[in-house]
């Protein structure tokens, strides 16, 4: 069965740093991967996902995701940081298991931002 | 707009009581599911169906129930017999040639 970590529980950044979040993965075959973004009380939305290809990916909000195969790892970046990036952030695997597909997500990630 | 609606929003109930969420999607997607959020656990699957009057429970199905009559609709009810069920609910859904799941603005429901 797929497994996804989320190392980091709560990241504080300063307005205008750069960013890094980190995601781990376990499956046995190429996933599909997918960063997700929810503000408090909200729903997730897709910031970007990975199904195939070049291995750097880009999404909305001026994020991007670098995939390494040989590191099981999904990492998203953001090379400035906005005071409206602050949220918590989920990595995800979709997978097809017994007949149905599924995401399993991390526990996520709540990014602060300092002014 | 096309889209996923949940409601209500913010719904309170007595305990020993019956709850039903409502999910209504206009995107055409065959596939549909219901996620539980609570603080530090992510989010983990109730319910989920591939097509109409099909549904497979997920990994904390038990306290739930769910029908899938129509393709656009996927209602959660949340049953008294449901120990914890003070939680944030989000339903999803998928078009059958697609990977990507997408979500609903989500339920509160707290138990008072």
């Known amino acids: 069965a797929q497994s996804v970590t989320q190392p980091d529980i709560h990241i504080t950044v300063s307005e205008g740093a750069s960013l890094e979040l980190r995601c781990n993965y376990s499956?046995?075959?190429?996933?599909?991967l997918f960063w997700y973004v929810q503000s408090p009380g909200q729903g997730l939305q897709l910031l970007l996902k990975?199904?195939?290809?070049?291995?750097l990916v880009q999404g909305i909000k001026g994020f991007e995701a670098e995939f390494k195969r040989s590191q099981s790892s999904f990492n998203l970046r953001k090379p400035s940081v906005h005071w409206s990036d602050a949220a918590e952030y989920f990595c995800?695997?979709?997978?097809?298991?017994?007949?149905?597909?599924?995401?399993?997500f991390g526990k996520g990630t709540k990014l602060s931002v300092i002014p | 707009d096309g889209g996923i609606t949940q409601s209500p929003k913010y719904l309170f109930r007595k305990e020993g009581q019956n709850v039903t969420l409502s999910c209504e999607q206009n995107?055409?997607?065959?596939?549909m599911y219901w996620y539980r959020q609570d603080p530090g656990q992510g989010l983990r699957l109730i319910y989920y169906?591939?097509?109409?009057?099909?549904?497979q429970k997920g990994d904390i199905a038990e306290g739930y129930s769910v029908s899938r009559e129509k393709k656009e609709s996927f209602p959660l009810t949340v049953t008294s017999a449901q120990k914890n069920p003070t939680a944030f609910y989000l339903c999803?859904?998928?078009?059958?040639?697609?990977?990507?799941?997408?979500f609903g603005e989500g339920s509160w429901l707290t138990v008072v």
């Open positions: 995800a695997v979709g997978a097809t298991g017994a007949g149905s597909y599924q995401l399993t």
């Open positions: 999803a859904s998928r078009a059958d040639y697609g990977n990507t799941i997408y």
């Open positions: 169906s591939q097509i109409v009057n099909d549904f």
């Open positions: 990975y199904f195939s290809g070049d291995t």
């Open positions: 995107l055409n997607h065959d596939a």
């Open positions: 499956y046995g075959a190429t996933p599909y």
